[in-house]
């Protein structure tokens, strides 16, 4: 299987030239979970994770595996960026 995630969000440590998301994984979540969920709260844990209703608006989702570049938490979630 060969997919793609398309992103455009360049500051994320896991962003690549021509937008395409270089994580191994991703977890995806509404916004009201993803302001009160720490860093290591991700992809990992999905199977355990309630799921998260976002109100019918693509406004209340949120990329939770982002991270800033150069930030010391880049390992915090154990998400691997692929080469
Ligand atoms: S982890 Fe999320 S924000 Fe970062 S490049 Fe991938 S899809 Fe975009």
Same mark, same amino acid.
């Given at each position: 299987? /060969?997919?793609?995630?398309? +992103? &455009?969000? /360049?500051?994320c440590? %896991?962003?690549?030239?021509? /937008? &395409? +998301?270089?994580? /191994?994984?991703? &977890?995806?979540?509404?916004?009201?979970?993803?302001?009160?969920?720490?860093? $290591?709260?991700?992809?990992? !844990?999905?199977?355990?994770?309630?799921?998260?209703?976002?109100?019918?608006?693509? !406004?209340?989702? +949120?990329?939770?595996? %982002?991270?800033?570049?150069?930030?010391a938490?880049?390992?915090?979630? $154990?998400?691997? $960026?692929?080469?």
């Amino acid at each position: 299987m /060969n997919q793609h995630i398309h +992103c &455009l969000v /360049n500051d994320c440590h %896991y962003w690549s030239q021509g /937008n &395409l +998301c270089k994580a /191994n994984e991703i &977890l995806v979540a509404s916004d009201q979970f993803g302001d009160v969920q720490p860093d $290591r709260v991700d992809a990992k !844990m999905a199977k355990q994770l309630s799921p998260t209703p976002a109100g019918g608006s693509c !406004m209340a989702t +949120c990329c939770k595996t %982002y991270v800033s570049k150069g930030s010391a938490e880049t390992d915090a979630d $154990r998400i691997t $960026r692929m080469s």
